[in-house]
């Protein structure tokens, strides 16, 4: 059924919550019962507000902690906007674009810790993983989507009803997802020649530094490795090293630039053909006709607006 093409991921959520409700009902598996008490107790409506938790404090722990987090998360985004050109058929994002969704991330993390909600915005894998999975890339339904989640997220039966989803379907819906992200984010590597041994080794060092390091760093008796003298210091860097994308990211981007190898070795020959063949981008202009004023002098100066010079060469 066609229904079931459009809506997957609701439809695989329903089902498997009710099934799984049922079989713990009955004593089949054990596990956690669904709490009709907390949909009971869960107030209807709740609108937040500006320090409803009270005035935040800053320290210097805390600037160093959250800019380490910051950075790690700028890594991921970046890989995530490639990817998600990549799933929808678009041109890979121009420098103006990048620059325009990282500002915005760090715009709407600075209104979240405005309204106290305890965690930061930013580019979500597992959406990119939705995407694939959903094969719907339209931008009007993403809009959508957003407004239909803000005047959900004022309701909290809707939340507390969240909470009666199983771990384990969770978990089944998060395999597929990060499977997508994962085989999308190789399929990347196409245009590199895997047939040569300094990319092997790159790929292959990478991605297990990328895994075993924040593994390592995550046990609480190496929670002291790093001893520089400095607490506020030690505590960025392990954040840096407990993110296995920063730690990933990081070691690719070291030896792809520090090992010898030719443009075409390394992908980046037929990457830039491609580029060059590319038709106008028009899928990065700014809304409401804005990008007519990429001739304004002053535009080069704004890193996310795009230029005369950005335009042409896309």
Same mark, same amino acid.
């Given at each position: 059924m066609k229904i079931f093409q459009i809506?997957?991921?609701? $439809?695989?959520?329903? =089902?498997?919550? +009710? =099934? !799984?409700?049922?079989?713990? !009902? !009955?004593?089949?598996?054990?596990?956690?019962?669904? &709490?009709?008490?907390?949909?009971?107790?869960?107030? *209807?409506?709740?609108?937040? !507000?500006?320090f409803q938790w009270g005035i935040p404090t800053v320290s210097v722990a805390g600037v160093l902690g959250m800019l380490a987090g910051s950075l790690a998360s700028i890594v991921e985004s970046i890989g995530d906007y490639y990817i998600c050109a990549k799933l929808s058929g678009a041109p890979a994002p121009p420098r103006h674009a990048i620059n325009r969704g990282i500002g915005m991330e760090g715009f709407m993390c600075l209104l979240a810790g405005v309204m106290g909600t305890g965690n930061g915005t930013t580019s979500y894998s597992e959406n990119i993983g939705a995407m694939g999975v959903t094969k719907v890339g339209n931008?009007? %339904?993403?809009?959508?989507c957003g407004v239909i989640m803000i005047v959900i997220g004022l309701f909290? &039966?809707?939340?507390?009803?969240?909470? @009666? #989803?199983?771990?384990?379907?969770?978990?089944?819906?998060? +395999? #597929? $997802?990060?499977?997508? +992200?994962?085989?999308?984010?190789?399929a990347n590597l196409l245009l590199v020649d895997m047939k040569s041994t300094r990319n092997l080794i790159i790929y292959g060092v990478s991605v297990v530094?990328?895994? =075993?390091?924040?593994? *390592?760093?995550? &046990?609480?008796?190496?929670? @002291? %490795?790093i001893a520089t003298g400095i607490q506020d210091v030690d505590e %960025? +860097?392990?954040?840096?090293?407990?993110?296995?994308? $920063?730690?990933?990211t @990081?070691?690719?981007?070291?030896?792809?630039? /520090?090992?010898?190898? /030719?443009?075409?070795e390394r992908g980046l020959g037929q *990457?830039?053909?491609?580029?060059?063949? @590319?038709?106008?981008?028009?899928?990065?202009?700014?809304?409401?006709? =804005?990008?007519?004023l990429i001739y304004c002098k002053w535009c080069r100066f704004v890193p996310f607006w795009p230029t005369v010079n950005e335009e042409t060469n896309s």
């Open positions: 809506f997957p991921v609701l $439809f695989s959520l329903v =089902i498997c919550s +009710i =099934i !799984y409700h049922l079989l713990n !009902y !009955y004593g089949v598996i054990g596990g956690r019962a669904l &709490k009709i008490s907390v949909l009971e107790q869960t107030e *209807w409506v709740r609108v937040p !507000y500006p931008r009007r %339904a993403v809009q959508c909290c &039966k809707f939340s507390a009803l969240l909470v @009666a #989803v199983p771990d384990s379907v969770v978990g089944g819906i998060f +395999i #597929v $997802f990060c499977g997508m +992200i994962t085989s999308t984010g190789i530094l990328g895994l =075993i390091t924040p593994y *390592w760093f995550g &046990k609480e008796e190496n929670s @002291a %490795a %960025a +860097i392990t954040v840096l090293l407990r993110t296995g994308v $920063f730690v990933g @990081a070691s690719a981007v070291i030896l792809d630039n /520090t090992m010898p190898g /030719t443009l075409e *990457w830039q053909r491609e580029q060059d063949e @590319a038709p106008d981008n028009q899928v990065y202009d700014l809304p409401f006709g =804005i990008s007519k």
